[in-house]
Nanobody, 125 residues
């Protein structure tokens, strides 16, 4: 099972930016896809972005499209999430997830086989 460690969370004001990073314990090119999810208190975990590490194809939820960018670096075994124009509703614990092997990926937690511990993002007005 892939070990994932997130970093880069913190507190920022509305309109600010943060960059989250997820370090994987194995080469990311051996991982089929990776994703960022978030979970606010009292809410279900929701997918915000995922990327196929082989092709670089990336997909975003409507709530973050145009503001967030997911990217991966196979040399560093990392997947990053650049978050711009942050809003209070972006406040949540952010989790990195990975799917090994083939199949398909998406915004459902069921697709992923490995999870990080999470990093907190707080956006204040």
């Amino acid at each position: 099972q892939v070990q994932l460690v997130e970093s880069g969370g913190g507190s920022v004001q509305v309109g600010g930016s943060l960059r989250l990073s997820c370090a994987a314990s194995e080469y990311t090119y051996s991982i089929f896809c990776m994703s960022w999810f978030r979970q606010a208190p009292g809410k279900e975990r929701e997918g915000v972005a995922y990327i196929y590490t082989g092709t670089g194809s990336a997909y975003y939820s409507n709530s973050v499209k145009g503001r967030f960018t997911i990217s991966h670096d196979n040399a560093k075994n990392t997947v990053d999430l650049e978050m711009n124009s942050l809003k209070p509703e972006d406040t949540a614990m952010y989790y990195c997830a990975a799917r090994s092997g083939g199949g398909a990926c998406g915004f459902s937690t069921a697709w992923y086989t490995s999870w990080g511990q999470g990093t907190q993002v707080t956006v204040s007005s």
